[in-house]
């Protein structure tokens, strides 16, 4: 049985990741950090579906925390197969010269180096293996930039960058790196939109509307999947084709 640790499933994107994997035979290890309540309703209701799955406790921007759970989720299951590194924050819309130095170092803490911070702790045992898929979450707004969401957007850019770059360097280790950027996915994290908000977003949505959460899972999985073998280093736009 193959392993997946995913960050931030015990709600929105990640919880819909941990469902598809779930429902494809993988075992889950579910990471949170502060949705537990979520967390134990996601362990129960995939139990109850024949899974195996496990709950984890950790913010992924403390990097110790995160070398922890890496080894308790590998002394539970042994090694981690796929890494989704999920786990992130956005602040409240406004102009860049208004947001506080320390909502900007929590955005990076948590959206940048929490992804790092887990990704070098999967990282020896996937070498060893040769083999592993990491696949991180970025969002449009690091590829074309969201006006009073420039924080965030410098953040998702990185990750894109690092996607990239690590992609090449493990690629020799049979190793692949991708990401997946999403449009609007109707989450928790855009919760305080209007539906006069999301109406004008979505005048720009080809498909006319916001995405779903199993619309960005069912891409985490194709990247996953053997369909993907021969794909590394690349953005996936799951946004309804607005970019
Ligand atoms: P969400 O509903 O707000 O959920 C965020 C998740 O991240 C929660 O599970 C939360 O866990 C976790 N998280 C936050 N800080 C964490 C930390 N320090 N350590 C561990 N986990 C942490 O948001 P979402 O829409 O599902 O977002 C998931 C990912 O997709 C994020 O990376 C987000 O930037 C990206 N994304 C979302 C959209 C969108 O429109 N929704 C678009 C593009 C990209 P706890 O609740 O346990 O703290």
Not at 50 to 66: H, M, R
Not at 99 to 126: H, S, W, Y
Not at 138 to 147: D, F, H, L, R
Not at 185 to 205: K, R
Request: charged share 25%; hydrophobic share 45%.
């Amino acid at each position: 049985m193959k392993t997946v640790l995913i960050t931030g499933a015990a709600r929105g994107i990640g919880r819909a990741i941990a469902r598809k994997f779930a429902s494809e035979g993988y075992a889950v290890a579910i990471n949170y950090n502060k949705s537990k309540d979520e967390a134990e309703q996601l362990k129960k209701e995939l139990i109850e579906k024949g899974a195996k799955t496990e709950i984890l406790c950790a913010d992924v921007a403390d990097a110790d925390a995160v070398s922890k759970m890496v080894e308790n989720v590998t002394s539970i299951f042994g090694d981690i197969d796929v890494l989704v590194n999920n786990a992130g924050i956005a602040l409240p819309q406004g102009l860049f010269s208004d947001v506080p130095e320390c909502d900007m170092k929590r955005v990076f803490d948590v959206d940048v180096f929490g992804l790092m911070n887990c990704t070098k702790a999967v990282i020896p045992q996937m070498v060893r293996r040769k083999s592993g898929k990491i696949i991180n979450i970025s969002s449009i707004w690091g590829v074309c930039g969201g006006s009073c969401e420039t924080v965030y957007s410098a953040a998702k850019a990185a990750v894109i960058g690092f996607t990239k770059a690590l992609a090449k360097e493990l690629g020799p280790s049979g190793i692949t790196v991708n990401c997946i950027a999403p449009g609007l996915i109707d989450t928790d994290m855009n919760g305080h939109l209007s539906e006069d908000d999301i109406d004008d977003f979505c005048q720009d949505v080809p498909l006319g509307r916001m995405g779903k959460p199993e619309d960005v899972a069912n891409a985490v999985w194709f990247l996953a999947s053997n369909s993907a073998d021969y794909m590394t280093g690349q953005v996936l736009n799951v946004d309804g084709g607005m970019i």
